[in-house]
């Protein structure tokens, strides 16, 4: 009678066990699915990211002309990336992340090392313009890119965005995603350098270059 009752007590422990075993699967299985789902998405848009970046890498400004942003006196266009090493921020008043970059760039003007452009992103003249006011402008000309059209040639589709345009108008550096001061240090600084180095060897200023001469002074 005791070992019947230890087989029927040894059941229903086994039992319970069971149950609770599937209760912990229905509770945490669909937890650990989207765990996985968000490890491989993550993944993904990393590599897809890592991909569109190294693509644009060598590729020549795209031939636009905007606009200025409201209260501004110039407008963008391609041609003002030639000739000299410059970086462009793609931004928008509504965009969050938009807010750390902008102010590097306003310390990175202040310290005068790059020439900086802006490409606004379908933003509200009125929005734009009280955004600046509030925070800043650090831009030499401002483009408004009122429908999007040539963030979408610049290969955007996210904000904010920098990139690095060297003296003969290719892009040599593209960062998606907010960038900070260590970034900016550790990554475009260095580009500033060896850029500003090879325009200076392409285009070396000769002090020793003796005065042409008129073939009629030599008669005198």
Known sequence: MGSH???HLHHHVSKQADIKHKKYVVTY???????ALIVVLFGSYNFLNTKETTSTIGTNVPDFSLPPVKGELSGLNSGDFTGQISLISVFASWCDECQENHSVLVELTQQQQIPVYGLNYKDPPKDVRLWLDRHGNPFKKIGADLNGDVAASWGVYGLPEVFVIN????????????INSEQFNRDILPLITQNERQ???VFPQNTNEEKAVDPASKDL
Do not use: F, K
Not at 29 to 35: C, D, E, G, H, K
């Open 5 to 7: 009752h230890s087989i």
């Open 29 to 35: 299985l669909p937890v650990l699915i989207i765990l």
């Open 167 to 178: 003296a003969n108008g290719q892009v040599i550096y593209r960062h998606m995603g907010s």
């Open 199 to 201: 325009t200076e060897h």
